[in-house]
């Protein structure tokens, strides 16, 4: 079992909608979780962190992280297509500075 | 404004030679992280370096090595450039004084080895 898992897409989202990106993760000594986005030939960028059950907004961006199920999520309303990229799922590694990383999900937003 | 390069960003080797890939920081993080991407799997850690003549062994280390003479640099290097080497490459930095230990991103460097 990988320890950080996303699937792998593409997702297909019309411009305007809701895109949903899930993530699960097996280290339940995990604190920090974070969502980066990855546009083709370009490093990660961070663009959500989250630390705590519930959920996290930041513009048209919200992180939900509940902790009992060990699932992560990240909601991009009103979908545009400069939103179109793969979205990295991170989670710190028990007591030291590493994170492990998911492979990543693919977005399309179609115009 | 801090940033953390890299350089190249693009090279071309041949097979058997010694390649090295720069990262430099003016964010002043002690720890830094290098890392190589290749589709289908994801972000795989090499090596990394929590400060000053310290580093360690990723996941991947094999057939690389890093020092750590500065808190700016962290140099990458691959002995004997194999193919499997073939590869993009990022280094990235975090800041240990940070709670949440965000992690930073250069802009990556394309390694091709034939």
């Known amino acids: 079992q990988k320890e950080v898992e996303q699937n792998s897409g593409p997702l297909s989202v019309p411009e305007g909608a809701i895109a949903s990106l899930n993530c699960t993760y097996s280290?339940?000594?995990?604190?920090?979780f974070f969502w980066y986005r990855q546009y083709s030939g370009k490093s990660p960028e961070l663009i959500m962190s989250?630390?705590s059950n519930g959920d996290k907004e930041d513009g048209r961006f919200t992180a939900q992280l509940n902790k009992a199920s060990q699932y992560v999520s990240l909601l991009i309303r009103d979908s545009q297509p400069s939103d179109s990229a793969t979205y990295l799922c991170?989670?710190?590694?028990?007591?030291?500075?590493?994170?492990?990383w998911g492979a990543g999900t693919k977005l399309i937003i179609k115009p | 404004d801090a940033e953390i390069t890299q350089s190249p960003r693009h090279k071309i080797t041949e097979t058997g030679r010694q390649v090295t890939l720069a990262c430099h920081q003016t964010?002043?993080?002690?720890?830094m992280f290098w890392y190589r991407q290749d589709l289908g799997h994801g972000l795989r850690l090499i090596h990394y370096s929590y400060g000053v003549q310290d580093t360690n062994k990723g996941e991947v280390s094999d057939g690389y090595s890093v020092s750590r003479s500065n808190t700016e640099d962290l140099p990458l290097t691959l002995e004997s450039a194999a193919s499997s080497q073939t590869s993009v490459y990022f280094c990235?930095?975090?800041?240990?004084?940070?709670?949440?230990?965000?992690?930073?991103f250069g802009p990556g460097t394309r390694l091709t080895v034939l």
């Open positions: 990235a930095s975090s800041d240990p004084r940070d709670t949440y230990n965000e992690q930073f």
């Open positions: 989250i630390y």
């Open positions: 280290d339940r000594g995990s604190q920090s």
């Open positions: 991170a989670v710190d590694r028990d007591s030291n500075y590493q994170l492990i």
């Open positions: 964010w002043n993080h002690n720890n």
